[in-house]
């Protein structure tokens, strides 16, 4: 079970940090990811980490903006969201694939959180 928090408004150029906690022994061998799904538009990969926390990807609109990060003593994965923007407005959902790499397409996550509301406004 993965359980996001830390959603909410903020004001263009601000930062928000998400959380996703996981539940199970497991957690430390699983890639994770953060996706987001703004209105009217497919969901997107956001970034993603793999089992050590030493490979991430972004997409390239965060890059240099979002930070992913892992807690595997914690089961807890993060998304440090700096310098945000109106089009970053959308619901974020952290997912577990299996596996200790890095997943970048969406039918590798197998287990899905059930989202947190990000809004931006201008």
């Known amino acids: 079970q993965l359980v996001e928090s830390g959603g909410g408004l903020v004001q263009a150029g601000g930062s928000l940090r998400l959380s996703c906690a996981a539940s199970?022994?497991?957690?430390?061998?699983?890639?994770m990811g953060w996706f987001r799904q703004a209105p009217g538009k497919e969901r997107e990969l956001v970034a993603a980490i793999n089992w050590s926390g030493d490979i991430t990807y972004y997409v390239d609109s965060v890059k240099g903006r979002f930070t992913i990060s892992r807690d595997n003593a914690r089961n807890t994965v993060y998304l440090q969201m700096n310098s945000l923007k109106p089009e970053d407005t959308a619901v974020y959902s952290c997912?577990?694939?299996?596996?200790?790499?890095?997943?970048?397409?969406?039918?590798?996550?197998?287990?899905w959180g059930q989202g947190t509301l990000v809004t931006v406004s201008s």
């Open positions: 997912a577990a694939a299996v596996g200790f790499v890095v997943r970048t397409t969406i039918r590798s996550y197998e287990h």
């Open positions: 199970g022994r497991t957690f430390s061998t699983y890639g």
